[in-house]
């Protein structure tokens, strides 16, 4: 009897002591579980601090960033010549683009073409403008089609490039329409491919910062890519030579506001490129 009374209480003790362990754990668990839960609580409040709120939008970038009063689209051009051909691809536009320019059946206009001098080597760079947006886009691509001195040109032309690509272009409404000026110039062409979603952004800072460039006549032109690459933005400007360049920029630091706009614009970039351009003597832009 008393044998038994021991086993029934060794039993009761292992139990107990199984039923302590078994709870410790438990408990352990539910303090861990509980410390994992704060922690992800905290990380998401600390992380929620550095993420930038986005507002709710009813409009399209492109209404909120171009112009209300007209309806112009563009498109540039970047063609890479084969380095033997670039004379002869010159002349070959210099005698068929002017025509295309002035014939009023074309609702298009050339606004500029040039040569890059420094930056990408052997490649010209034409920009067209079309009053009455896609609609005049659609209608001279219809026209072109059956033109016939355009159609050997742009045969010949195939010849001469290693490459070719283009985008569709809408300017931004704070910046000047370029319209014909007189030369001798030479143009800078910056191009900035900006994280996706800064666009507004981007544009907001630029409405401000446009004025710290506008003392010399600098500014050309500024647009932003709506087919072809994304999120691309391209600023045109005119100088006399590049001393004229290098002075009209470094006196743009001299001006209250303009370092913070570089501060605050330069995070939303992914990359940028500049090319020096000389115009054809064809080219509206001198």
Not at 29 to 37: E, F, G, M, P
Not at 71 to 98: A, G, M, R, T, W
Not at 115 to 139: F, I, S
Request: hydrophobic share 35%; glycine share 6%; proline share 5%.
């Amino acid at each position: 009897m008393a044998t038994r009374v021991l086993q029934i209480g060794r039993s009761g003790l292992n139990q107990a002591r199984k039923t302590v362990r078994s709870s410790g754990q438990v408990a352990v668990t539910a303090r861990c579980l509980s410390a994992s839960n704060n922690r992800h609580r905290e990380d998401s409040w600390f992380k929620s601090l550095f993420v930038r709120k986005v507002d709710p939008r009813k409009d399209a970038h492109s209404h909120l960033l171009a112009k209300k009063e007209d309806s112009n689209l563009y498109k540039i051009q970047f063609h890479n010549v084969k380095p033997e051909c670039l004379d002869n691809y010159n002349k070959l536009c210099e005698d068929v683009l002017p025509s295309i320019h002035a014939d009023p059946n074309y609702p298009c206009e050339l606004v500029g073409t040039w040569n890059t001098w420094y930056g990408e080597q052997d490649q010209a760079v034409h920009l067209w403008r079309y009053r009455g947006g896609y609609p005049a886009l659609t209608e001279v691509m219809n026209k072109l089609r059956t033109n016939k001195v355009f159609m050997e040109y742009r045969s010949e032309r195939g010849k001469m490039l290693l490459s070719r690509r283009n985008q569709l272009l809408l300017e931004f409404s704070f910046w000047n329409e370029p319209l014909p000026r007189e030369g001798p110039n030479i143009y800078e062409l910056r191009s900035y491919s900006l994280r996706p979603g800064t666009m507004i952004e981007w544009g907001n800072y630029w409405a401000r910062a446009i004025k710290y460039r506008q003392r010399n006549n600098e500014a050309v032109g500024g647009f932003f890519s709506q087919i072809g690459s994304l999120y691309m933005v391209h600023h045109l400007w005119a100088y006399k030579d590049l001393q004229s360049r290098e002075d009209t920029r470094n006196a743009a630091w001299l001006q209250e506001g303009w370092d913070e706009v570089v501060y605050y614009t330069v995070p939303l970039i992914q990359h940028m490129e500049s090319r020096i351009m000389i115009p054809l003597k064809i080219s509206p832009l001198k």
